[in-house]
């Protein structure tokens, strides 16, 4: 879905202090970035969306991808999860998200808060209002704002083992706290036991897990 959806330099976003190894210029711009990130994974952006089906069930799947820097959420990452939810909604169909971001990308300013509640309302009206499924699927890693708003709004929360979940990072812990954060504090095991998510499944044995789920909230095959 919405393929043919580009992220726009809106701030014309220019740091001297972005240097990458494969940019040849220690100026680049957010445009290079993007245009750089598209040429290397063929993608248009940070996610792809789409509707399909999961052992006859029909599915709004959404999939973060890291190798498009960092799996950052921007303006067209905030869209085209806001339309695949509210195509779901209009659909009656369960929505899917799988996660695997840094976080926020911070070179497109408040338009990403703007995507948190977006997404946030959306998630709302599919899950409050029409009483339809939500499944968050955390992968390694999840952190940030993508963890502060939907990762961590689905009916069913789902992490991977070992996986890295975080809002703000273990420097960024105990440089405001001024104290040391214990190891595997933000270790999927270590959060599950405190209650942040609902199952730990592993990667060969999502799809089996999903079915299951599906059958138990009783939604239909076509």
Same mark, same amino acid.
């Given at each position: ?50 509707? $399909?089906? *999961?052992?006859? #069930?029909? &599915? !709004? ?6 190798? /498009?820097? +960092? ?79 939907? $990762?961590? *709004?689905?009916? #069913?929360? &789902? !992490? ?6 975080? /809002?703000? +990072? ?53």
């Amino acid at each position: 879905m919405d393929e043919d959806m580009y992220t726009l330099d809106v701030l014309q976003f220019h740091s001297e202090n972005e240097i990458e190894e494969h940019l040849d210029s220690e100026d680049e711009s957010y445009k290079d970035y993007i245009t750089f990130y598209q040429i290397e994974t063929g993608l248009t952006d940070a996610i792809q969306t789409g509707i $399909g089906q *999961l052992n006859g #069930i029909p &599915i !709004a799947l959404g999939v973060m991808d890291f190798k /498009f820097m +960092g799996g950052s959420m921007g303006s067209v990452v905030g869209e085209k999860i806001t339309r695949l939810i509210e195509r779901a909604t209009a659909e009656s169909l369960p929505v899917i998200m799988v996660c695997a971001s840094g976080g926020a990308r911070m070179q497109e300013g408040s338009f990403i808060l703007m995507q948190m509640a977006k997404i946030a309302s959306a998630l709302y009206i599919h899950q409050k209002d029409k009483k339809l499924l939500y499944i968050s699927i955390l992968t390694s890693p999840t952190t940030g704002g993508v963890t502060a708003s939907f $990762g961590m *709004l689905g009916d #069913i929360i &789902i !992490a991977e083992p070992k996986a890295y979940i975080a /809002f703000a +990072g273990k420097r960024v812990i105990e440089q405001t706290l001024g104290q040391k954060v214990i190891e595997d504090f933000q270790v999927t095991e270590h959060l599950f036991g405190h209650g942040l998510f609902d199952l730990i499944v592993s990667r060969n044995l999502l799809k089996g897990v999903l079915s299951e789920l599906f059958r138990l909230y009783g939604l239909p095959r076509k």
